[in-house]
C-alpha cells in the first residue's frame, strides 16, 4: 500500500532515435544531454529536463530523415526564421546581407556623422556644372554648419536647433547678426543636404522643413550707395587702374564675380556690347549684354587696359582699397562691399527707365520680380538721371 510521501517510480528514458545518444551529468544545471557525431566531430545540447530533450531529438531524427546526416540542427523556431529570412531576400546570401547590414547599419539609422555626411554629398554633387560662387557660398554655409555640429549624427539634429542656428548667425568679423537674405541662403544650402540625405535613406526626414524661411521684407538688407557717395567714389577713384572693372559693376550692372573676370577682349566698343562667356557668369551660360547707359562706354574709353589684365583676387584688393580712398568701407562686411555697384545700379536703373523688365534684361534675371520686389520705389527719377550723369 502507497503512502502519501512516496514517490511514484520513474518511467523508463526513452531511447533515442538512431544517430543519437544520450547522457546525464548529475548536479549540473541543464543535465541531460543529447549527442551526436557530423563529419567526424562530436556535437551536443544540453537541457533542464528529459521532455525538452526528447522534443528535440525527435525534431532532429525528422530533420536528418529529410535532409540527411550532416544537417545543422536548430530549434524549430530558428529554422522558421531563416525560412522567413530567405522569403524576404529571395534567397540572398546571407553573408552577403550580414557585410552590407555591418557596413550600413549606422547610416540606416541616422548615425552618420554630419562630417561624413556633407563629404558624401559633395562627391554626389561634384558632377553638376554649377557657377563658381555658388560653390563657394554653399562651401562658406556648410563649413558654418558643420563646426556648429561637429560629430553629431545627422539623424540626431533637430528642426528647433537648425532654427536656432539660424537665428544666430552672426559675421565673424564683427559679431554682426547677418541679414535675412544670407540666413535664407543659408537655409536653402543646409536644406539641399538633408534632402540628399532624405533621398540616400541617411535620415527619414529633413529637420530643415520645419525651420520658417527667414523674413526678407522684415529687413532693409540691400545695401545702395547715394549719388553723392558714387559721385565721390568715382571722382576720387578717376585715375585708378581697376576703375574700368568698377564702371562695369556701377553702371553696367555686372556681378562682381562676372566683372572680375572681364578681360579687354569681351569689351565690343565698335558696338556697345559686352560678352559674358559661359564661365564669366553666375548661370554657366553665355551672355551678351548691350543697350546699357552711355556713362558705362565713357568710362570704359577712359580706363587703362591694363585693369582688365588683373585677377580677380587682386581686383577685389584694389575694388577695397578705392572704396577706403572714397571714405567707404562697406561697414566692415566685405559681403556688403562686393555688389553693393550692382544693387545700385538696379535702383537707379528701375527708378530712371520706369520700365523693370528692360532692366531684368541687362541684369540677366529671370523676371523683374525681385526688382519690383527689392529697388523699385527706393529713387526718385533725378536721382536716376543724376547717376548715370557720372562721368570721367
Request: hydrophobic share 40%; aromatic share 8%.
Amino acid at each position: 500500500m502507497k503512502t502519501p510521501t512516496t514517490r511514484p517510480p520513474a518511467p523508463p528514458t526513452k531511447r533515442p532515435p538512431a544517430g543519437l545518444w544520450y547522457e546525464t551529468r548529475p548536479g549540473k544545471a541543464k543535465p541531460f544531454l543529447a549527442r551526436w557525431r557530423r563529419g567526424g566531430v562530436k556535437h551536443q545540447e544540453a537541457f533542464v529536463d528529459e521532455r525538452s530533450r526528447d522534443a528535440f531529438a525527435a525534431a532532429w531524427a525528422q530533420a536528418r530523415k529529410a535532409q540527411g546526416a550532416n544537417v545543422l540542427i536548430m530549434p524549430p523556431e530558428k529554422l522558421a526564421t531563416w525560412d522567413e529570412f530567405a522569403r524576404i531576400t529571395d534567397g540572398a546570401d546571407p553573408i552577403e546581407v550580414a557585410r552590407f547590414w555591418q557596413r550600413n547599419h549606422s547610416v540606416l539609422e541616422g548615425a552618420l556623422p554630419i562630417e561624413e555626411a556633407r563629404r558624401r554629398y559633395e562627391i554626389a554633387q561634384a558632377a553638376r556644372i554649377l557657377a563658381r560662387d555658388t560653390v563657394t557660398h554653399r562651401a562658406l554655409h556648410l563649413d558654418r554648419f558643420q563646426k556648429a555640429f561637429a560629430g553629431r549624427p545627422v539623424g540626431k539634429i533637430t528642426s528647433a536647433e537648425v532654427g536656432a542656428w539660424l537665428g544666430n548667425l552672426a559675421h565673424p568679423d564683427t559679431g554682426e547678426p547677418v541679414a535675412a537674405k544670407s540666413r535664407a541662403h543659408h537655409r536653402a544650402n543646409i536644406g539641399k543636404l538633408f534632402a540628399w540625405c532624405v533621398v540616400e535613406r541617411l535620415v527619414d526626414r529633413n529637420p530643415v522643413d520645419a525651420v520658417p524661411v527667414p523674413n526678407e521684407d522684415a529687413e532693409d538688407e540691400v545695401n545702395v550707395l547715394t549719388v553723392d557717395q558714387a559721385r565721390q567714389l568715382f571722382a576720387v577713384n578717376r585715375d585708378a587702374l581697376c576703375v574700368g572693372r568698377l564702371a562695369l559693376e556701377a553702371f553696367g550692372g555686372l556681378r562682381f564675380s562676372s566683372a572680375a573676370r572681364l578681360v579687354s577682349d569681351d569689351i565690343s566698343f565698335p558696338e556697345r556690347g559686352i560678352i559674358l562667356p559661359a564661365s564669366k557668369h553666375k548661370s554657366r551660360k553665355r551672355h551678351y549684354l548691350d543697350g546699357l547707359p552711355a556713362n558705362l562706354w565713357a568710362w570704359l574709353h577712359h580706363a587703362h587696359p591694363a585693369g582688365f589684365e588683373v585677377n580677380p583676387r587682386l581686383y577685389l584688393d584694389h575694388k577695397r582699397r578705392m572704396f577706403e580712398a572714397a571714405g567707404l568701407k562697406g561697414n566692415g562686411q566685405e559681403e556688403s562691399m562686393r555688389n553693393v555697384l550692382r544693387h545700385s545700379f538696379c535702383t537707379y536703373h528701375v527708378a530712371m527707365d520706369k520700365d523693370a523688365a528692360r532692366t531684368a534684361v541687362l541684369l540677366t534675371h529671370r523676371s523683374p520680380a525681385m526688382l519690383y520686389r527689392f529697388y523699385k520705389g527706393r529713387a526718385s527719377e533725378s536721382d536716376g538721371k543724376s547717376y548715370f550723369g557720372i562721368v570721367p
